[in-house]
């Protein structure tokens, strides 16, 4: 079992950063792909992010060019540096954990965390 615990999120304005972060326990994250949905309100959860265990990213069109997802296999540790926010990035953001990339960016992984709640004023 995977224990992810999400963090970071906050009030912000418009063009402000802010960086999440998903702190993993439990087992090592080193053989697992990450990544990062979101859901607004109203809306269905979608995909922000995901890497693989070997370092390969994924972004979602939206977010590409202002979000960058990492991780720190030896803090056991992924993060959601986010620039140039919009209030449109408003969502709760959630960590997940899974077999493979193909699996996390699907939203079909394993593990999710709490969720952090990210609101952008204009």
């Known amino acids: 079992q995977v224990q992810l615990v999400d963090s970071g999120g906050g009030l912000v304005q418009a063009g402000g950063s802010l960086r999440l972060s998903c702190a993993a326990s439990g087992r090592t994250i080193s053989t697992y792909a990450m990544g990062w949905f979101r859901q607004a309100p109203g809306k269905e959860r979608e995909f922000v992010a995901a890497?693989?265990?070997?370092?390969?990213?994924y972004y979602a069109d939206s977010v590409k060019g202002r979000f960058t997802i990492s991780r720190d296999n030896a803090k056991n540790t992924v993060y959601l540096q986010m620039n140039s926010l919009k209030p449109e990035d408003t969502a709760v953001y959630y960590c997940?954990?899974?077999?493979?990339?193909?699996?996390?960016?699907?939203?079909?992984?394993?593990?999710w965390g709490q969720g952090t709640q990210v609101t952008v004023s204009s």
């Open positions: 997940s954990a899974g077999s493979r990339a193909a699996v996390v960016t699907a939203g079909r992984a394993d593990y």
């Open positions: 890497i693989s265990w070997v370092g390969t990213t």
